[in-house]
C-alpha cells in the first residue's frame, strides 16, 4: 500500500518562504514520475510541479519562477521549495504521483499539508 506523507506547511507571511516534504513508501521510487498539488477553497485541486524520474521538472505558469520541485530517490522523497510567496498561492498542498500532459489525476490522497500566506 502506497503512502504519501506531507509535511513543512505553515503560516508564512506575503514575500516569505517555505519548504515542503513528502515522504513516499513505494517500491521503485526512483521510477514514478512525481507531482506537487493543491487545492484553494472552492477551487478544484491543480498541479503545481512535476519531476520525472530523470529529473526533469514542469510548473504551472503561476509560480515558474518562485517554486522548485527536487526529489532524493535515497530517501523516497519529494520537496517543494516555494519563495516569494503570496496569498493566491495559500492552499493545501499535496505530492502524488503525476503525468503530466495527460490530465490524470490520482485518485488517492494523502492528507496534504496546510499553507497560509497572510500577513
Known amino acids: 500500500q502506497v503512502q504519501l506523507v506531507e509535511s513543512g506547511g505553515g503560516l508564512v507571511q506575503p514575500g516569505g518562504s517555505l519548504r515542503l516534504s513528502c515522504a513516499v513508501s513505494v517500491s521503485s521510487f526512483s521510477a514514478y514520475e512525481m507531482g506537487w498539488y493543491r487545492q484553494a477553497p472552492g477551487k478544484q485541486r491543480e498541479l503545481v510541479a512535476t519531476?520525472?524520474?530523470?529529473?526533469?521538472?514542469t510548473y504551472a505558469d503561476s509560480v515558474k519562477g518562485r517554486f522548485t520541485i527536487s526529489r532524493d530517490n535515497a530517501k523516497s522523497t519529494v520537496y517543494l521549495q516555494m519563495n516569494s510567496l503570496k496569498p493566491e498561492d495559500m492552499a493545501v498542498y499535496y505530492c502524488?504521483?503525476?503525468?503530466?500532459?495527460?490530465?490524470?489525476?490520482?485518485?488517492?490522497w494523502g492528507q496534504g499539508t496546510q499553507v497560509t500566506v497572510a500577513s
Open positions: 519531476i520525472t524520474s530523470s529529473g526533469s521538472t
Open positions: 502524488n504521483f503525476a503525468n503530466y500532459g495527460t490530465g490524470w489525476m490520482p485518485e488517492a
